[in-house]
């Protein structure tokens, strides 16, 4: 999925995607996994300090509209496993507060969804480092901070800190670990992924948090979800040249897209649709995503 890089105009994306399921690797038993060349040097840079447990940030202010929570009804297994991480997940989501995430709901969702869970058992120790990470495929999972950073430029603008979007739809589902956010922040999320595997393994990554506002699609996200929308927010989750004109076109009036612009180098952009012909687009910061394509495979 991605690192920081950009976006220029209105424009098309990549996809990010998921390859693995949660539990424990017994010791001496290496998975090695397909992983993208950038996704590999992100974990191999972020190694030396994943190791050891963060600690929990210290107490103070929080941004508005933050407060922790508890993942939507989990089983008993799972609620002992995500009480065992919760201090780790504190610390990442003050990582991400650092470097100038501020919307407090965006923040009370990154940290109550266990990204380990979505991880391939073989990288878990570096679940809550703020890199990408291969989930097989040629896909990766998106670094917590640009998971925060996109779906706060969605929001942005919305009245009410806690003001939950209407209905939202994101191209990429991936491992999963994008859509188990964006569904604490709208009503409705539908996640649309053209790689089989990585749909599936979605589908069973996402099984025991039992998310109910939540649609998964095998389809190809270029085309969108014509039946469902307008949308209030739209994410790309992967990098084309520009944004394809259905999902532009599903878009509701003054909703807005966020997503990863450009070739060798990307930019996140925002578009905002503005009238029933009309977008207005905003290049936010550099980033780094795999390619958007077309088609199912």
């Given at each position: 999925m991605t690192d920081r890089s950009g976006v220029p105009e209105g424009k098309r994306f990549p996809l990010p995607l998921s390859s693995v399921t949660g539990g424990a690797r017994k010791p001496g038993a290496p998975a090695p996994v397909a992983t993208?060349?950038?996704a590999t040097q992100n974990a191999a840079r972020a190694l030396g300090g994943a190791a050891q447990p963060p600690k929990a940030p210290p107490p103070g202010p929080k941004p508005p509209g933050y407060a922790p929570q508890a993942t939507q009804s989990a089983p008993a297994a799972q609620r002992s496993d995500l009480m065992a991480t919760e201090a780790i997940r504190r610390a990442m989501v003050a990582r991400v507060a650092a470097?100038?995430?501020k919307d407090g709901a965006v923040?009370?969702?990154?940290e109550a969804?266990?990204?380990h869970l979505f991880i391939e058992p073989a990288l878990s120790s570096q679940a809550y480092i703020d890199a990408s990470l291969p989930i097989g495929h040629n896909q990766t999972i998106s670094q917590p901070y640009i998971v925060a950073r996109m779906i706060e430029a969605m929001r942005a603008g919305k009245s009410g800190a806690d003001a939950p979007l209407g209905?939202?739809?994101e191209i990429g589902t991936g491992c999963g670990y994008q859509a188990a956010v964006l569904?604490?922040?709208?009503k409705e999320v539908y996640s649309i992924e053209r790689i089989k595997p990585l749909h599936e393994l979605a589908k069973a990554n996402l099984r025991p948090l039992r998310i109910s506002n939540l649609r998964l699609h095998y389809g190809d996200g270029m085309l969108g979800l014509a039946q469902v929308a307008p949308f209030d927010g739209i994410i790309l989750a992967a990098a084309g040249l520009e944004v394809p004109r259905a999902?532009?076109?599903?878009l509701a009036i003054g909703a807005r897209l966020v997503a990863p612009v450009g070739g060798q180098v990307q930019r996140l952009e925002r578009i905002t649709r503005t009238g029933k012909s009309e977008w207005a687009s905003e290049t936010l910061e550099s980033c780094h995503f795999v390619p958007l394509r077309p088609g199912t495979v």
């Open positions: 993208p060349q950038t470097q100038g995430v923040l009370a969702a990154l969804v266990p990204r209905r939202v739809l569904a604490r922040v709208a999902l532009l076109e599903q």
